[in-house]
């Protein structure tokens, strides 16, 4: 995925290109549970605190896959967007994070302990 965008603007990458950057094989299977996670954060609401400003909301607005190429256009929700810009993010460590697998529940651990250590 491109990391400099336009709030707002379709982001491209491919299927493969994400699984890879994820840490996760890129098999048949793993590219069904990604299209389904996608579509996931297009229908679903989300929600999100740094215990001075919530977000709730679609995280993307919705998206194109390439049935050929496998390669999708998806654009995220700006509201959602712009909080990276207002300092609401948590610094994760990639290989910390990828070390716990497919685990959720510890995914989801880690994120909130990273947010409080954050807080003041």
Known sequence: MKR???????IKFSAYGLLKA??????G???ARLH???RRLCGGVIEITDHKKRYFGQL???????????NY????????AQL???GMWASIDKLQRQALGRDATSKALQAYYLLMLRSP
Do not use: A, C, M, W
């Not at 994820?22 to 098999?27: S, V």
């Not at 993307?60 to 496998?70: S, V």
């Not at 256009?73 to 959602?80: A, F, G, K, S, V």
């Open 4 to 10: 400099q965008q336009n709030l707002g603007q379709p």
């Open 22 to 27: 994820l840490g996760l094989t890129t098999g």
């Open 29 to 31: 299977k793993d590219h």
């Open 36 to 38: 389904s996670v996608l």
């Open 60 to 70: 993307i607005y919705g998206g194109i896959r390439d049935e050929i190429t496998l």
């Open 73 to 80: 256009e998806i654009t995220l929700n700006p509201d959602y």
């Open 84 to 86: 990276f810009g207002l």
